[in-house]
Each structure stands twice: as structure tokens, then as C-alpha cells.
């Protein structure tokens, strides 16, 4: 497609389910990230791929927070056992490397609200 | 660790000039990015700078100082559209991640 897309664009779950959140890059981007952006507050980043590895986990917040990327393009966000405060926006980007300067294009973002 | 501190809200008055500063810590430094945000809508991209000086494109312009760990963001000649959200990202030494700051609201009135 022309641009990140994201799915769903909303989700309301309820405490303790699981959920998984997909992002579709840009074709030929071989970097994604994955950052949280709760109500007011700026974006906190969560994983970032290099192609299919994860070069930098560091900003998933506990173990209950996964990701995954498969053939270097779809990457899928799982949320075991969602808690209130994981209720935010999560924001997909990709940039054609990960190097520096490259832009990053931002999909849509999912809003998770989590009852 | 990084520390990025931008005002959180500014106003300004359609058809003038705003500066949105932006300080940073950081261990080495490999670039800053300005970011524009539409409320509920994802973040567009600005600037990139990685060299001290002033980047000017159109009505915006985007100055970085690294000795003083500083830029700022100026928009001329401000429209209506302009009212968003101003996101400063800092990609630290040996690193290709931006970490944002919490953004500056940005408020055009007539």
C-alpha cells in the first residue's frame, strides 16, 4: 500500500484477555518500530525490527508484551492478559533502514482501550 | 538515559512567528527530529539535524546547537492548520531509535 496501516483501529478488550495488534509497513522498509502513547503524553518506544530480528527489545514494558515480524513485513504486537493501564494508542512506523537520519512513517495507530 | 524537555502548551496569534524550543541530555547524539501531530491523527515528519545550524523549508525551520544540547522549531506565518502538536525526537550515540520528547501543544487562534 501507499502507506503504514494498522489494524484494528480500535479495540476495546476486557482485563485479562490477550490481543494482538498487526502493522503492515511500507513495501521495501526494512525497519519497524512499535511505540505506546498514552493520553497527553509523548511517544514511548516499545521494539524496534531490523528486517525479521529485534535488534532492541528494551522498551517492552514487562514479559507480557511480545512482537514478532515475519518475511520482513508484517509485524504483529501480542498483549497477554491486558491490564487497565495498557489502555493507549500504539503506533506502528517503518523507515527504509534504520540508520541515521531515515524517516519514519507512522500508520494510523490502534486505540486499545482495556475495561 | 535521555532527558528531552519541550513547554507543553504554547499559543500564538494567526499570521505570526512561533519558536518551540527543545533541550536535551544525551550519551553521544546521532540526530534530532522535529514531528508534527494532528490530534488523533498519527505523527508527520518534519526535520532531520544532525549538524549545528539552521534548516529551513517553506514556513518552517529547524535550528540545532550540540554544544548546548538545544533547537528549536520556527513556524512563520501561522495558519489555523497549524494548531497540533510538536513532538522533539533524539536519537542517542551508537543508537538509531528516537526517543520523543512529550510534545508541545501548539494553539492557533484567530
Known amino acids: 500500500g501507499a502507506g503504514v496501516s494498522q489494524s484494528p483501529s480500535n479495540k476495546v478488550t476486557e482485563k485479562g484477555k490477550d490481543v494482538e495488534l498487526r502493522c503492515d509497513p511500507i513495501s521495501g522498509h526494512t525497519a519497524l518500530y512499535w511505540y505506546r502513547q498514552r493520553l497527553g503524553q509523548g511517544l514511548e518506544f516499545l521494539i524496534y525490527f531490523q528486517g525479521n530480528s529485534a535488534p532492541d527489545k528494551s522498551g517492552l514494558p514487562s514479559d507480557r508484551f511480545s512482537a514478532e515480524r515475519t518475511g520482513g513485513s508484517v509485524s504483529t504486537l501480542t498483549i497477554q492478559r491486558t491490564q487497565q493501564e495498557d489502555s493507549a494508542v500504539y503506533l506502528c512506523?517503518?523507515?527504509?533502514?534504520?540508520?541515521?537520519?531515515?524517516?519514519?512513517?507512522f500508520g494510523p495507530g490502534t486505540r486499545l482501550t482495556v475495561l | 538515559g535521555q532527558n528531552i524537555d519541550q513547554p507543553t502548551e504554547m499559543t500564538a496569534t494567526e499570521g505570526a512567528i512561533v519558536q518551540i524550543n527543545c533541550t536535551y541530555q544525551t550519551s553521544g547524539f546521532n540526530g534530532l527530529f522535529w514531528y508534527q501531530q494532528h490530534a488523533g491523527e498519527a505523527p508527520t515528519f518534519l526535520s532531520y539535524n544532525v549538524l549545528d545550524g539552521l534548516e529551513e523549508k517553506g514556513r518552517f525551520s529547524s535550528f540545532l546547537s550540540r554544544s548546548k544540547g538545544y533547537s528549536y522549531l520556527l513556524l512563520k506565518e501561522l495558519q489555523m492548520k497549524d494548531s497540533a502538536s510538536y513532538l522533539c525526537?533524539?536519537?542517542?550515540?551508537?543508537?538509531?531509535?528516537?526517543?520523543f520528547g512529550r510534545g508541545t501543544s501548539l494553539i492557533v487562534h484567530p
Open positions: 525526537a533524539v536519537i542517542r550515540g551508537g543508537s538509531y531509535i528516537p526517543t
Open positions: 512506523a517503518s523507515s527504509l533502514a534504520a540508520q541515521r537520519g531515515d524517516e519514519q512513517f
